[in-house]
């Protein structure tokens, strides 16, 4: 089961995707059709995002909704064969997907 981030780790999610790619908070606010000063709030974690602005965030930033409020899921450490499998085959598919996003799809094929 996912486990959601707090307002305020919601708010640092969306901070940081905002300076990754040079924005600022009027922009974001523009594209959610909101103040800036409520854009503020929302990175403070003083203020929750309504479902709509979820929505067109996710839109925006490119990513699915649960990527903003869930939790990444932590990785399982193998101790002497009592891990789960199904821990391990996360585990595996979350390395193999940053594996990815950094190194590109053919770092696994060769």
Do not use: H, N
Not at 53 to 59: F, G, K, M, N, T
Not at 90 to 96: H, T
Request: charged content about 35%; aromatic content about 8%.
């Amino acid at each position: 089961m996912a486990e959601f981030r707090t307002p305020e780790e919601i708010g640092a999610f969306i901070r940081s995707l905002r300076e990754e790619r040079g924005l600022t908070q009027t922009d974001i606010a523009e594209v959610l059709d909101i103040d800036k000063t409520a854009v503020s709030k929302i990175e403070r974690g003083t203020r929750a995002l309504t479902a709509k602005e979820l929505i067109w965030l996710a839109d925006y930033f490119v990513l699915a909704s649960e990527e903003i409020v869930c939790r990444e899921p932590e990785g399982v450490f193998l101790r002497g064969g009592d891990a789960d499998p199904e821990g391990v085959r996360s585990s595996l598919d979350l390395f193999r997907g940053c594996i990815e996003d950094y190194l590109g799809l053919e770092a696994l094929l060769t």
